[in-house]
């Protein structure tokens, strides 16, 4: 599948209804999405016949992109029910057979069941904002326990020294692939503009 045809497809999911603060629920655009999924297929080839996980999954777009790509199965994982009903109905709607979802909260701590589960883990975590400090770091340490082979996340590039020191830290490896700007949509009432952009790193991380 070409990158156009996989964004085109993407195009078609549905996102969220009613986003939700608290959870940093802004959705990943299928740009995004299609350039980060297509990437990890064609460069690293850790989706095509692999066990992916995607961790925050909101309403499915990476799981989804993962499945169209041919994983093997993944597994969207999300703590918000209206989420996964949404993700269900994407789901449904493009008759996908390799992708299923589970109602889980990643940062409760318990991912030892999980641990080493999944060749791939892919995320667009919450950026650990305003009520949500090191929300993206739990979620980066919940996908590396879980991964056997790579985690390929979003993450603010203001924060790359930090995640660097704690990549060391943990004696994994981090490459950034690529600086995005991800075009963050008024979502909710305190955004004064319609859109802002912010600038992210999308990185794999693996065994050193």
Known sequence: ???????????????????KLLLEQYPTSPHIAACMLYTIHTTFDDIENKLVADLGCGCGVLSIGAAMLNAGLCLGVDIDEDALGIFNRNAEEFE?????????DVCSKQTDNLSKKFDTVIMNPPFGTKHNKGMDMIFLKSALDMARTAVYSLHKTATREHINKKANEWK?????????????????????????????????????
């Not at 004064?192 to 790193?201: A, F, G, Q, T």
């Open 1 to 19: 599948m070409k990158l156009k045809q996989l964004e085109s497809l993407l195009q078609q999911v549905e996102g969220f209804e009613r986003p």
């Open 96 to 104: 996908l057979a390799n992708v299923d979802m589970v109602q889980y």
């Open 172 to 208: 994994v490896k981090m490459e950034v692939i690529a600086e995005l700007r991800y075009d963050l949509p008024a979502t909710y009432k305190f955004h004064k503009r319609k859109s802002i952009d912010i600038e992210v790193d999308f990185i794999r991380f693996s065994a050193k």
